[in-house]
C-alpha cells in the first residue's frame, strides 16, 4: 500500500465522498447490457416510425442510468454539478430543436404536414 | 486552499468541459438530423450497409469498460491500490478492443468503396437503389466518418490518459484523500460512453426498415 504521508496537506472530506455499493454498479451494468440486447433487437422488427421511437428512449434510459449512477450526479452533495448537467441538456436542445424547426419553416417537405410537426417528425 | 474546495473546483471544471463537449457533438448530431430529414431514403439505405453485430457488440464493450472505470473510481476511495491498477488496465484493454472492432468496421467500409471521394459507390446490387441518388448517400457516409472518427478519436486520447493514471496509481500516487485525478478522467470515459449510446441507435438501429 502507498505511503499517504506526501499527501498530508491534500488531507480532505474527500473520503467522507459518498461510497456507492459495489452491487449498484453491478445491476447498472446489468441493466445496460440488457437494454443494449434489447434495443438491437428490435431493430429487427419493422415499427414504422416506432423504431426510431424505441431506440432514442432506451438510448435515453441508458444516458440517463450513466449519468446518475456512474457518473454520481444522483449522489453529489454540490448542487452547482447538477445545474451545470441541467443547463448543457437545455442547450442542446436549443440547438437541436430550434435547428430542426427553422430548416422545416424554410424548407416544408412535400407532406400535407404542419412546419412543427414536420420538424418533430424528423426524429422518427 | 483547503482541499475540499481544490476538489470540487476540480470536478466543476471537468463537467464544464463535458459541456463544451457536449456542444461539439451536438453540431454534429445535429447536422445528421437535418441531412437525414432532407435525403431520408439515402440516410435509410446507406444505414442499411453497416453491420448490426458489430455495432451492438462494440456497445456492449463500452458498457462494460464504463462498469472497470466505476469500479476503479471505488477502488481509489477505498484505498486498494492493486485493485485500481487492474480496474484501470482493464478499462485500457476494453477500449483497445472498441478501436480494433472499429478498425475491422472501417477496413470492410473501405473495401466495399463506402468511403466518400471519387472510388465511392453503394453496392449495385443494392435493392432500392432505383429510388436514390447514389451520390448523396455519400453525405452520410461523411457523417458517419466524421463522427465515429471523433468519438474513435476521443476514445485513444482516452486511453492515453488512462495509461498514465495506470503507471501513476501503480508508482501509489493515489489515496482515499487524493483520487481526483481518477475520478475526473473517469467522467471524461462515461461522456464518450453517452456519446456512444446514441451514435448506435442513429447510425445503426432507426433506419433499417425504411
Given at each position: 500500500m502507498a505511503d499517504y504521508s506526501n499527501y498530508d496537506y491534500k488531507m480532505s472530506q474527500q473520503s467522507h465522498e459518498h461510497?456507492?455499493?459495489?452491487?449498484?454498479?453491478?445491476?447498472?451494468?446489468?441493466?445496460?447490457?440488457?437494454?443494449?440486447?434489447?434495443?438491437?433487437?428490435?431493430?429487427?422488427?419493422?415499427?414504422?416510425?416506432?423504431?426510431?421511437?424505441?431506440?432514442?428512449t432506451?438510448?435515453?434510459?441508458?444516458?440517463?442510468?450513466?449519468?446518475?449512477?456512474?457518473?454520481?450526479?444522483?449522489?453529489?452533495?454540490?448542487?452547482?454539478?447538477?445545474?451545470?448537467?441541467?443547463?448543457?441538456?437545455?442547450?442542446?436542445?436549443?440547438?437541436?430543436?430550434?435547428?430542426?424547426?427553422?430548416?422545416?419553416?424554410?424548407?416544408?417537405?412535400h407532406t400535407s404536414l404542419h412546419p412543427l410537426a414536420s420538424s418533430v417528425a424528423a426524429l422518427l | 486552499?483547503?482541499?475540499?474546495?481544490?476538489?470540487?473546483?476540480?470536478?466543476?471544471?471537468?463537467?464544464?468541459?463535458?459541456?463544451?463537449?457536449?456542444?461539439?457533438?451536438?453540431?454534429?448530431?445535429?447536422?445528421?438530423?437535418?441531412?437525414?430529414?432532407?435525403?431520408?431514403?439515402?440516410?435509410?439505405?446507406?444505414?442499411?450497409?453497416?453491420?448490426?453485430?458489430l455495432g451492438t457488440i462494440n456497445t456492449a464493450v463500452l458498457i462494460c469498460s464504463s462498469l472497470t472505470v466505476v469500479l476503479a473510481v471505488s477502488a481509489a476511495q477505498l484505498g486498494k491500490r492493486k485493485q485500481l491498477v487492474w480496474y484501470l488496465v482493464l478499462t485500457i484493454v476494453l477500449g483497445l478492443v472498441f478501436l480494433g472492432i472499429k478498425a475491422v468496421e472501417w477496413t470492410q467500409k473501405y473495401e466495399e468503396h463506402h468511403i466518400p471521394g471519387p472510388t465511392f459507390q453503394l453496392a449495385p446490387d443494392f435493392p432500392n437503389l432505383q429510388h436514390i441518388d447514389p451520390s448523396r448517400t455519400q453525405i452520410f457516409f461523411s457523417l458517419y466518418f466524421a463522427m465515429t472518427g471523433m468519438h474513435a478519436l476521443h476514445m485513444v486520447i482516452g486511453v492515453g490518459i488512462f495509461a498514465w493514471l495506470t503507471y501513476k496509481a501503480w508508482k501509489g500516487h493515489y489515496s482515499p484523500h487524493y483520487y481526483t485525478p481518477i475520478e475526473n478522467a473517469g467522467l471524461y470515459w462515461h461522456f464518450v460512453d453517452i456519446v456512444w449510446i446514441y451514435l448506435f441507435p442513429l447510425l445503426y438501429l432507426i433506419d433499417r426498415h425504411r
Open positions: 461510497i456507492v455499493p459495489t452491487r449498484t454498479f453491478i445491476l447498472v451494468w446489468i441493466a445496460l447490457l440488457c437494454l443494449t440486447v434489447i434495443t438491437a433487437g428490435v431493430a429487427y422488427l419493422d415499427l414504422g416510425p416506432f423504431n426510431t421511437i424505441v431506440a432514442l432506451i438510448a435515453t434510459i441508458k444516458a440517463l442510468m450513466v449519468v446518475l449512477i456512474f457518473m454520481h450526479v444522483m449522489y453529489a452533495s454540490d448542487k452547482l454539478i447538477k445545474v451545470i448537467v441541467i443547463s448543457a441538456v437545455f442547450w442542446l436542445m436549443i440547438l437541436l430543436l430550434l435547428s430542426l424547426v427553422d430548416y422545416a419553416f424554410r424548407f416544408p417537405d | 486552499v483547503d482541499a475540499e474546495q481544490q476538489r470540487s473546483a476540480a470536478s466543476l471544471g471537468m463537467w464544464l468541459f463535458l459541456a463544451t463537449e457536449i456542444m461539439f457533438f451536438g453540431g454534429a448530431f445535429c447536422a445528421y438530423l437535418i441531412y437525414r430529414r432532407f435525403y431520408f431514403a439515402e440516410f435509410a439505405a446507406s444505414s442499411q450497409t453497416l453491420g448490426l453485430g
